[in-house]
């Protein structure tokens, strides 16, 4: 059965707490939290404390692969994934997110995929690898990740999907979803348009409906399908002006979400 999450990326840069209340008050199933600088994100005991007191699980972990957390647990990729995986063990949570490695990271991208597999062979955790986009310096493209940026391209066992990466990349999320075939384990609900007429690229994480991307196409033929495997709501809200216009942007991507999935409302 299809579980529709929400990422506490999604109410930032409120805490952790906000985004397991947000989510119980809006029907979410779960939440996906992100390791990050804050210490709550690494913290069992205070993460399972939040799911209990408000009846919301923790269904996946986002490993800390941002430029932002590049420090967090070390500098050694792979036991950053390791401790990722093992937290999400501890949680009950069946999924990490993960990036591809960024090319400076040299040694850890030349065994990424080996890595993957091996931490999931070994905690039974999915690992879900994210699609990226191409970046941009001074007007110029950079292959800032390697293997690449398309892990349907890639030699990996579960991927995961986001709209707003693939509409910067210039590509179809229907058609990724459909090259990723059953290796497609995870979504990240949002949208996003591609760079804009300068060439300036923005992850805009729009709410669904909002882009240029299929994504009611994408969910409707992930239900036709009968595709298993967790939506996670990574909308940004933080151009809300109160908590009930957050709550509103939150109740419109999970009833999107239900809608075009053939789910009933909480």
Not at 47 to 69: F, G, M, N, R
Not at 112 to 129: K, N, S
Not at 135 to 150: E, H, N, R
Not at 173 to 181: D, F, H, S
């Amino acid at each position: 059965m299809i579980r529709i999450g929400l990422s506490n990326s999604s109410v930032f840069p409120k805490s952790i707490e906000t985004c397991f209340r947000l989510a119980a008050e809006a029907g979410f199933d779960g939440v996906e939290t992100m390791v990050s600088t804050d210490a709550v994100s690494r913290d069992a005991a205070q993460l399972e404390a939040l799911a209990t007191k408000y009846d919301i699980p923790v269904l996946s972990i986002h490993a800390p692969v941002l430029l932002v957390s590049q420090f967090v647990w070390g500098r050694d990729q792979a036991v950053k994934l390791r401790r990722t995986a093992e937290l999400a063990a501890d949680l009950g949570a069946e999924t990490v997110v993960v990036h591809p490695p960024f090319r400076w990271q040299k040694g850890y991208a030349e065994r990424f995929l080996d890595t993957v597999r091996e931490i999931h062979h070994d905690t039974g955790i999915t690992m879900a690898v994210e699609n990226m986009f191409p970046w941009t310096v001074q007007g110029q493209p950079l292959k800032a990740y390697l293997p690449g940026t398309d892990p349907t391209e890639m030699d990996c066992d579960a991927i995961c999907l986001d709209f707003s990466h693939a509409a910067l990349s210039g590509q179809s999320a229907l058609e990724m979803a459909k090259r990723a075939g059953p290796r497609l384990h995870h979504v990240h609900l949002c949208d996003g348009q591609g760079p804009d007429e300068s060439g300036k690229m923005f992850d805009e994480h729009l709410l669904p409906g909002h882009g240029g991307q299929p994504v009611a196409e994408t969910l409707e033929w992930l239900r036709e399908g009968a595709w298993e495997g967790l939506v996670v709501a990574e909308v940004k809200t933080h151009r809300a002006k109160s908590e009930a216009e957050r709550l509103g942007m939150l109740l419109e991507t999970v009833e999107f979400a239900r809608e075009h999935l053939g789910l009933a409302a909480h």
